[in-house]
């Protein structure tokens, strides 16, 4: 039913910027969340932004002050704007529809983990130092 393609990834310098964009089809109620979470080298996938319904957001610590999630004007796309991009950033990127009541605090923790919700197919950034 729900399906998300995610695309925008690529190499850059570090200190440089990316914009990984997604679009959602199929989206129901039962959608709480959008998101992006990341699986990085030797360590599993973590939540990186969360928006809700009402445009709240949340975000991963280390991504803070760097990271922003946003709506498009079509509701059906978003993006994760990357800004000042470090080589620990380096690894593949899903964005993801999770299901289910929750904050946004607890959806960006959830993401990445079991069966949250879903997820596209994967973008990949690479930061080179």
């Known amino acids: 039913r729900v399906q998300l393609v995610d695309s925008g990834g690529g190499s850059v310098q570090s200190g440089g910027s990316l914009r990984l964009s997604c679009v959602a089809s199929?989206?129901?109620?039962?959608?709480?969340?959008m998101g992006w979470f990341r699986h990085i080298r030797e360590k599993q996938g973590e939540g990186v932004a969360a928006?809700?319904?009402?445009?709240?957001?949340s975000y991963a610590d280390s991504v803070k002050g760097r990271f922003t999630i946003s709506r498009g004007n079509a509701r059906s796309t978003f993006y994760l704007q990357m800004n000042s991009l470090k080589p620990e950033d380096t690894g593949t990127y899903f964005c993801?529809?999770?299901?289910?009541?929750?904050?946004?605090?607890?959806?960006?923790?959830?993401?990445?983990?079991?069966?949250?919700?879903?997820w596209g197919q994967g973008t990949q950034v690479t930061v080179s130092s």
């Open positions: 199929g989206v129901t109620p039962e959608i709480s969340h």
């Open positions: 993801a529809a999770i299901r289910g009541p929750m904050t946004v605090v607890q959806a960006l923790g959830v993401m990445g983990n079991g069966d949250f919700g879903f």
């Open positions: 928006i809700d319904n009402d445009g709240r957001t």
